[in-house]
């Protein structure tokens, strides 16, 4: 196993090992290319997200998203705004 997903309400994985981008991963059987370099114990995401949607991690919000991210992109502060950071009330 590459990548472990939590929950089933969860909109990301979590990388077990380094994936590279290019790589093909099948969530719920559902083939998802990797759009970017994932590093091991970081987040990518399994469906597309909005920007201004949650970002949900162990079937709890984690954060929301700042930009439109695609299925297989890398979830990170770049485009995720910490619910720690006062983003969430």
Not at 23 to 40: H, M, Y
Request: proline letters at 2%; zero cysteines; hydrophobic letters at 45%.
């Amino acid at each position: 196993m590459k990548f472990v997903i939590m929950n089933r309400k969860d909109n990301v994985a979590t990388a077990i090992v380094p994936l590279k981008k290019g790589e093909k991963v099948v969530v719920g059987g559902r083939e998802i290319i990797l759009l970017e370099d994932i590093p091991q114990g970081h987040k990518f995401a399994i469906q597309d997200i909005n920007a201004g949607d949650f970002i949900i991690k162990y079937g709890e919000i984690i954060g929301i998203a700042t930009r439109n991210i695609k299925a297989g992109e890398y979830v990170h502060i770049h485009n995720v705004r910490s619910r720690y950071q006062g983003a969430m009330k």
